[in-house]
Structure formats: C-alpha cells, structure tokens
C-alpha cells in the first residue's frame, strides 16, 4: 500500500493523559516505527487533558487483567476477545522484558468467589491460568460459596505504568 506524505503528517490529538491516553500514544508511535514511516516526516500527536500525573483518575487505579466480553455491550464479542488477546501478549511481552518492573507490569493469582453460579469469563482464554474451584476447595474457605475460581494473569501499577510510559 502507497501511503501519501499528506496521510501521514495530519496531526493527532488524544483526550486524556490517563492510562488509556498515554498508552494510546505510546501505542501510535510504536506503529509508526514499526511501518518506517519517517520517511514521511515526524509524527505529530498532542495530548489533550485537564490534569497530568498524579492528578489523572489513572493514578490511583490499578488494575488486573480480566477484560470479559460480557460487559462490553454493544461490541462484537470476537472483536473485544481480539483486543483482550493482543493487550494481553502486548503486556505479556513487556512483563518479561527488561522494562517490566520498571512499567509496574507483574503476574499475580488469586481466587473469586461467589455466592450463586457462574458462567466462566471470556478472558478464561487467555490468562496465564484458570481453573474453577472443586466442592473440597470451595468448603475450605471460612465462609461458604458455590462458585469461585482461580486464575494468574497481568496486574499493571498504574502509577508506575504511567511514568514509565511518559519516560519513553
């Protein structure tokens, strides 16, 4: 595909200076590496946003990778599984690169436990593990539930995460 000079230097604005803002920029520059496209001329992007830093509702999140289609209404479920998947291998990669305690990026396990039956969530499909509790397992715990699983995934520090992606 023939990209013209005049496709690549429009300028980009991103709203937010959050988690999903920087990532979305870190994000576009990547690509825009990845397609050499500075023959082109350099990218332009500016980030639109009230507050930066520490000041952003992103700062105090944090966050456990467990995206599940059944609450993204209104998008087609393989869609949100696609993206679930390549975020997924995107902070996989970065966990076990050089860079992952630098971006707050690491594994972490634990259970969920509820007091009716569940359907297992999409995202069963692509953490590191997953597994519904057996009946010994569920009446170990003080007190009693009928449903609850296991699983490991990606947790991201937000706060890190954040200052590691404006540092690059």
């Known amino acids: 595909m023939e990209l013209s000079k005049n496709l690549i230097r429009k300028k980009i604005a991103i709203l937010g200076a959050g988690v999903i803002g920087l990532s979305t920029a870190e994000r576009l520059i ?3 590496n990845d397609f050499n ?3 082109f001329g350099p990218i332009d992007i500016t980030i639109i946003s009230e507050a930066f830093g520490v000041d952003t509702t ?8 467990r995206p599940d289609d059944r609450f993204i209404p209104g998008v087609d ?3 949100v599984r696609k993206w679930a998947t390549d975020s997924f291998k995107y902070f996989d ?7 992952g305690g630098r971006a707050g990026v690491f594994q ?3 259970y969920q436990m509820f007091d009716d039956e569940r359907i297992d969530p999409s995202y069963k499909d692509y953490v590191y593990q997953f597994r519904s509790l057996s009946q010994k397992e569920l009446e170990s715990f003080p007190r009693k539930f009928k449903y609850g699983y296991f699983s490991t995934t990606i947790a991201v520090d937000t706060r890190t995460y954040m ?5 690059k």
Do not use: I, P, R, W
């Open 30 to 32: 990547e690509k825009y």
């Open 163 to 167: 200052q590691y992606l404006t540092s």
């Open 77 to 79: 479920k393989q869609l």
């Open 108 to 110: 972490a396990s634990g």
């Open 58 to 65: 992103s700062d105090g999140a944090g966050g456990l990778f």
């Open 37 to 39: 496209l500075a023959k």
């Open 93 to 99: 990669n970065l966990l076990f690169s050089n860079e």
